[in-house]
């Protein structure tokens, strides 16, 4: 099933559950919508997440007197249908996540998000907050929401399976390419992709290695899917696809336990995969290690990185204004952030935020001391029909390769419905 029909058939399930949803102004003993809620409830889409988020409920409740309650939703068409659907019921959430970019321009262009100015100056002036992230979350002059993570794309990999190759983190493409053939004559495939959700991950990887600035480019319509530079990248990743260096796209298998049985070596993902290791049972350092993608063109001034930043919102008609504020306040502090980044194992928004992991340290400082060219992640650089219509025909072209050109010809198309209303 598509990405766009996943989501027509969320809409219906959410229209009944936000019916029913516990999250909303149900007067109980949280203080209900009249103000002076001492318990709120988030929801998320990181169901996975919900052990940590519990835990920042309790300190919380400790340091402010606002406890807070996850209410984690795992297939994420149906929670961002669930979300929507509140916009137009009295079951509202407390606070809720989501994600930057254009998705979040939507709903703050249709006056469903609280802003959150004098809350971003406050924490920059306090040194809580970087005014390089700030960008990310304006819209029209103006803040929206909190940083509820920040996360840098990287390669994890299986040290033990490296080591039996014989094989170190490589610094160059040609390094990388040459490690995966080594992988492949041991039988072990070198990268895992997927067509479900991420399929845009090896699409930004290779484009942002290649052109950054062409990747810039198709995020405000200045450049088109059909382009010689991006059927260039689509012709390299169908040679990746032919040559047997990807893991199965559509496997329901979960990347964590792939990486930890050996039978793939290496997968891109965000730094916040490192929860998924940890809970796997894996040591950081000893049973997997991360490394900086190299460039595709070498001949790149800097490294460019993708990275994320996943905003924790409240609505501009929230149950209780105050109460969802004085959280988002409270989440962006060093006491919050210290137990928000360390018990899950990645990085902080707040520079104040020492993080034990080595690994996990050198990432955040080389990248905060300005070492990478930082690309926004392509789930929030696209805008959002563009996405819908992206993740739909990356996966269909990870199914047949043969058909990249259509793909982007059909990506294009909702590039140029969306580019011309603006």
Known sequence: MSVRARVLTALVAAASLALTACGGDSGDDNGGGGGGKTELKLYNDKGAWSPFFEELGKLSKQQIGIGMTPVGYTDEPTYSAFIKASFRTNEKPDLFTWSTGGRLQE?????????????????????????????????????????????????????????????KPPTTWAELMSNADKLKAKGV??????????????FQQLLIGTNPDLYNKLATGEAKYTDPGVVAVMERWKQMIDGGYF????????????????????????????????????????????FTIPNVDPAQSKVTMAFESGPLCSLAKAPDTKASDDYMKWWVRQPAQEKWANSRGDVSANPKVSIPDPGLSAIAKSAGAGEYTLANR?????PAPVLTAALDAFGAFMVKPDSYMKQLENIQKAADEYWKGR
């Open 107 to 167: 709903i703050v262009e249709a006056g469903q998000v609280a802003e959150t100015t004098d809350l971003w100056k406050e924490a920059i002036a306090a040194g809580d907050l970087s005014k390089e992230l700030e960008e990310t979350y304006t819209y029209g002059g103006k803040q929206y929401c909190v940083p509820l993570n920040i996360s840098y794309w990287v390669m994890f990999y299986n040290k033990k399976v490296y080591d039996e190759a014989g094989l």
């Open 247 to 290: 893991s199965d796209a559509g496997s329901k298998e979960d990347p964590a336990v792939q990486l930890k049985s050996g039978k793939t070596a290496m997968g891109i993902f965000g730094t916040w995969f490192n929860t998924s290791m940890t809970q796997q049972g894996l040591k950081p350092g000893t049973d997997y290690g991360m």
């Open 189 to 202: 495939t070198p990268f895992y992709q997927t067509s479900v959700l991420f399929s845009f991950v090896w």
């Open 378 to 382: 392509y789930f929030e650089a696209a």
